[in-house]
C-alpha cells in the first residue's frame, strides 16, 4: 500500500497520495479500478486487503480539528473559504460566497445590499479529507507562523508585526474578491441582464459553480496517461463520429446517405422538409472543431457523473437516467476490460459509447431543459469556455451549430446501425423519419428542440446586435489599432517594400542563375476570360507568345559550362554526367521562398485579404474550375470565388 495510500492514524482516514483526498473503505476497490489501473490486478487486491485491515472511519464519524491546525501536505492544497463569525458562535464554514451571504441573511438576520461585500464572516483557509458530495467538511489550517502568533514580539519588531497583520488582512479582501468573481454570479445591476441570458437560463443554471471546475470539466482529456478512460472514451467516439462524416461524405462505395434522406435529416420542421440536404463538412481543421465540442460534452458528463471534479461531484449541476448512467458505466468497464481481444474490447466500447450518445438525444425534458446534461454542457461552455468571460448570443451560437450537427451525424450512425443489424422492420428513409421528428424537430420534448430555438434566438440577436469594437484609428490617421495590436502606415509600407527586395534577391541571385530573362512588356499582355479549357492560362494565350519562351531557363543552364557543372556530377557507376539531387533540392527551396514572399505581397497589398483555404488555393491556370489570376491592363487580378459555405449553398462569389 506504500507509494498509493498514506493512513493517518489520528484521524483514522485513508488519504490517496496521488489524488490527494481520503478514499472511504468501501471505495478503495473502485478507486484503483479507476484511478489506478496501471497497478497490476494482484497489487490492487493486496491494497484492498490490507485497507479492509485498517481503522478507517466513515466520511460522517471522521473527528475534524476543532481548532486550526497546519495544513496537511497529503491533501490538496488549502483553499480559501467564508467562516461564519456570528455571536452565536455558528462557525459555519462555506466556500462559495453567495452561500454564506444567504446562510448570514436566511440563520443570522443579516441584511446586506448586492453591492456590499462584508459580513458577519471572515476569509480562512480550509481543507477536508473528503471532497465527495455529502462528505465533505471543511477544516480551518494556518501555517506554523500564523498558528505562533505575534504576542509576546520584542517592542522593536512591532512595527513588522503590525505590517504583518494588516498585509494579511489586505490579502484576505482580495481573496474573497477573486473568489466572489471566480464563480457563476449573479448580476449586480439590471443591465448586465441581457435578453440572451434571460432567454437561455445558463447563469441560473450553474449559479455559485466556481468557473475554474467548470473549465477543467469541459476541457479534453489530459492524456492518455493522466486519463485513460476518459480518453479511451473520445478516442471510440471519435471513430464513431468520422465514421458518421464518412457516411454523409460523397465518397465513392462509402457514402451510405442519398439526398431524399440528407434532407429528412437537415429538416427540423416535422411538416416541412428542408430544400437543402445534409452535407458532411470539407474542411478537416473544421471538421474536428465541431467533433471536438462533443467530445467535450462527454468528458463534462463523464468527469462529474464519475466523481473527477471535486465541487461539480459534491452538487451535480444535473443527474443522469438509468439508461444514460448504465451505458456510461458499462463504458468505463470496457476500457479497464482485461483478458479479452483488443478488437472485441473496442467493438464493446463503441456500441456503449453510441448508446451513451443517443440516451442522451432520446431524453424527454417535462419539466425543466437543464434536465438534460446537454443543455447543461451548453450553459457550462456559454459561461466558461472563454477565460475573458461568458460568450454573448452571437459567439455561442456556432458552438450550438457544433451540437446539432454531431447530432445528426450520430442519428444516422445510429440508423445505419439499426438497418445493418436488421433491428428495423420498417423501410431506412421511415425509421429516420421516425426518429427525427420524435428527436430532431423543434417541437421535440428532447433536448434538440431546445437547442434549435436557442440558436435561432442567438443567430436572430447577432444578426441585429453591432459587434463590439475590436479596431481604432488614432487622432492623425497614420495608426490602428486591433485590440492590444497598433500597427502604422509606415510599417506595412515598410514591410511590403522588405517583401518586394527580398523577393528580387531571390529572383536574381538563385532563380535566373545570374542570367538576363528575355523583356516582356506586361501592358501589351492580353487574356481571354471566357476560355475555360483545362490548362488555360494569359501564358497560353497566343496573342502573347508567351509559350515559346518558357524553356529559355532550361536552354541557358544547359549551354552555359559553367552553371552545368555546378548542379551536374559524374555518376559513380557508369561515368555519365547526371543531376545532383542536393542542388536540386536547394533550388526548389529557393522557389519556396520565393513564393512566400510572394504570397505576402498579394495577401497584404491585393485589397482585402483572403481566408487561408481561399488564397492558398489560388489556381493560374484552369482545372475543373476556372482559374484564379487573370489579366487586366497590363496588371494581375485575383479572382476568388470560393468562400467557406460554397460546399453547402453551391453558390460562388
Given at each position: 500500500?506504500?507509494?498509493?495510500?498514506?493512513?493517518?492514524?489520528?484521524?483514522?482516514?485513508?488519504?490517496?497520495?496521488?489524488?490527494?483526498?481520503?478514499?472511504?473503505?468501501?471505495?478503495?476497490?473502485?478507486?484503483?479500478?479507476?484511478?489506478?489501473?496501471?497497478?497490476?490486478?494482484?497489487?490492487?487486491?493486496?491494497?484492498?486487503?490490507?485497507?479492509?485491515?485498517?481503522?478507517?472511519?466513515?466520511?460522517?464519524?471522521?473527528?475534524?480539528?476543532?481548532?486550526?491546525?497546519?495544513?496537511?501536505?497529503?491533501?490538496?492544497?488549502?483553499?480559501?473559504?467564508?467562516?461564519?463569525?456570528?455571536?452565536?458562535?455558528?462557525?459555519?464554514?462555506?466556500?462559495?460566497?453567495?452561500?454564506?451571504?444567504?446562510?448570514?441573511?436566511?440563520?443570522?438576520?443579516?441584511?446586506?445590499?448586492?453591492?456590499?461585500?462584508?459580513?458577519?464572516?471572515?476569509?480562512?483557509?480550509?481543507?477536508?479529507?473528503?471532497?465527495?458530495?455529502?462528505?465533505?467538511?471543511?477544516?480551518?489550517?494556518?501555517?506554523?507562523?500564523?498558528?505562533?502568533?505575534?504576542?509576546?514580539?520584542?517592542?522593536?519588531?512591532?512595527?513588522?508585526?503590525?505590517?504583518?497583520?494588516?498585509?494579511a488582512l489586505f490579502n484576505q479582501l482580495l481573496k474573497a474578491q477573486e473568489l466572489a468573481s471566480e464563480s457563476v454570479q449573479q448580476p449586480l445591476h439590471i443591465t448586465e441582464e441581457t435578453p440572451w441570458t434571460r432567454r437561455s437560463g445558463y447563469r441560473e443554471h450553474l449559479l455559485g459553480y466556481p468557473l475554474d471546475d467548470l473549465r477543467e470539466a469541459i476541457s479534453l482529456p489530459k492524456g492518455k496517461e493522466e486519463e485513460p478512460a476518459l480518453f479511451a472514451i473520445c478516442e471510440s467516439l471519435e471513430g464513431l463520429l468520422r465514421q458518421a462524416h464518412v457516411a454523409a461524405g460523397n465518397e465513392r462505395g462509402k457514402r451510405r446517405l442519398n439526398d431524399r434522406n440528407a434532407r429528412i435529416l437537415n429538416s427540423f420542421q416535422r411538416d416541412r422538409q428542408n430544400p437543402r440536404p445534409f452535407r458532411a463538412l470539407q474542411n478537416d481543421k473544421t471538421v474536428n472543431v465541431y467533433l471536438g465540442t462533443w467530445k467535450r460534452f462527454l468528458c463534462y458528463v463523464c468527469r462529474i457523473s464519475l466523481g473527477y471534479t471535486g465541487t461539480l461531484a459534491e452538487r451535480k449541476p444535473f443527474q443522469l437516467t438509468k439508461d444514460q448512467e448504465t451505458h456510461l458505466h458499462s463504458a468505463v468497464e470496457c476500457t479497464q476490460a482485461f483478458g479479452i481481444e483488443e478488437e472485441v474490447r473496442k467493438q464493446q466500447l463503441d456500441e456503449h459509447v453510441q448508446k451513451l450518445c443517443i440516451a442522451f438525444i432520446r431524453q424527454p425534458c417535462v419539466w425543466d431543459p437543464f434536465e438534460s446534461p446537454l443543455l447543461s454542457f451548453s450553459?457550462?461552455?456559454?459561461?466558461?469556455?472563454?477565460?475573458?468571460?461568458?460568450?454573448?448570443?452571437?459567439?455561442?451560437?456556432?458552438?450550438?451549430?457544433?451540437?446539432?450537427?454531431?447530432?445528426?451525424?450520430?442519428?444516422?450512425?445510429?440508423?445505419?446501425?439499426?438497418?445493418?443489424?436488421?433491428?428495423?422492420?420498417?423501410?431506412?428513409?421511415?425509421?429516420?423519419?421516425?426518429?427525427?421528428?420524435?428527436?430532431?424537430?423543434?417541437?421535440?420534448?428532447?433536448?434538440?428542440?431546445?437547442?434549435?430555438?436557442?440558436?435561432?434566438?442567438?443567430?436572430?440577436?447577432?444578426?441585429?446586435?453591432?459587434?463590439?469594437?475590436?479596431?481604432?484609428?488614432?487622432?492623425?490617421?497614420?495608426?490602428?489599432?486591433?485590440?492590444?495590436?497598433?500597427?502604422?502606415?509606415?510599417?506595412?509600407?515598410?514591410l511590403l517594400q522588405d517583401q518586394i527586395n527580398a523577393a528580387n534577391a531571390i529572383l536574381s541571385d538563385e532563380l535566373l542563375l545570374g542570367f538576363t530573362p528575355p523583356l516582356i512588356e506586361s501592358s501589351q499582355l492580353r487574356d481571354n476570360w471566357s476560355n475555360k479549357m483545362s490548362g488555360f492560362s494569359f501564358i497560353h494565350d497566343r496573342r502573347n507568345d508567351l509559350a515559346v519562351k518558357a524553356p529559355w531557363l532550361l536552354e541557358r543552364l544547359l549551354s552555359s559550362q559553367q552553371t552545368l557543372e555546378a548542379f551536374t556530377e559524374v555518376g559513380a557507376d557508369n561515368g555519365t554526367l547526371q543531376w545532383r539531387s542536393r542542388k536540386a533540392w536547394m533550388y526548389e527551396h529557393s522557389v519556396q521562398l520565393f513564393l512566400e514572399h510572394l504570397l505576402v505581397l498579394v495577401h497584404v497589398s491585393a485589397g482585402q485579404p483572403g481566408r487561408g483555404p481561399e488564397i492558398l488555393g489560388t489556381r493560374f491556370a484552369n482545372t475543373t474550375l476556372v482559374r484564379n489570376l487573370l489579366l487586366h491592363d497590363g496588371l494581375i487580378m485575383v479572382a476568388i470565388p470560393y468562400h467557406k459555405s460554397q460546399s453547402k449553398t453551391d453558390a460562388s462569389r
Open positions: 500500500m506504500e507509494g498509493v495510500f498514506d493512513y493517518l492514524g489520528d484521524f483514522q482516514v485513508l488519504i490517496c497520495i496521488e489524488h490527494k483526498r481520503a478514499i472511504s473503505k468501501e471505495r478503495v476497490e473502485r478507486h484503483l479500478m479507476v484511478e489506478h489501473q496501471g497497478i497490476p490486478l494482484e497489487i490492487r487486491r493486496q491494497i484492498v486487503k490490507h485497507a479492509q485491515e485498517l481503522a478507517i472511519a466513515s466520511p460522517a464519524e471522521v473527528k475534524q480539528p476543532k481548532a486550526p491546525i497546519p495544513p496537511f501536505s497529503q491533501l490538496q492544497k488549502p483553499a480559501a473559504a467564508f467562516k461564519c463569525e456570528d455571536e452565536k458562535g455558528c462557525n459555519c464554514v462555506l466556500r462559495d460566497y453567495n452561500k454564506m451571504r444567504q446562510h448570514a441573511s436566511n440563520v443570522h438576520g443579516w441584511v446586506g445590499t448586492k453591492l456590499e461585500r462584508d459580513g458577519p464572516w471572515r476569509v480562512i483557509e480550509t481543507q477536508s479529507f473528503y471532497v465527495m458530495k455529502g462528505d465533505q467538511q471543511l477544516f480551518e489550517v494556518q501555517d506554523q507562523l500564523k498558528l505562533s502568533g505575534i504576542a509576546g514580539a520584542p517592542e522593536e519588531h512591532s512595527h513588522e508585526a503590525l505590517k504583518a497583520q494588516t498585509l450553459a457550462a461552455l456559454c459561461l466558461s469556455v472563454q477565460p475573458s468571460g461568458p460568450l454573448d448570443a452571437r459567439h455561442f451560437s456556432p458552438y450550438l451549430s457544433h451540437i446539432i450537427y454531431c447530432i445528426q451525424l450520430l442519428t444516422l450512425l445510429h440508423c445505419i446501425t439499426k438497418a445493418e443489424r436488421k433491428k428495423i422492420k420498417e423501410p431506412f428513409t421511415q425509421y429516420l423519419k421516425s426518429f427525427h421528428d420524435q428527436w430532431l424537430s423543434n417541437e421535440s420534448e428532447g433536448p434538440m428542440g431546445e437547442i434549435l430555438s436557442q440558436r435561432l434566438y442567438a443567430m436572430s440577436i447577432g444578426e441585429s446586435t453591432v459587434a463590439p469594437v475590436d479596431t481604432r484609428w488614432d487622432e492623425s490617421g497614420r495608426a490602428i489599432t486591433y485590440r492590444e495590436t497598433t500597427i502604422r502606415m509606415e510599417e506595412i509600407t515598410q
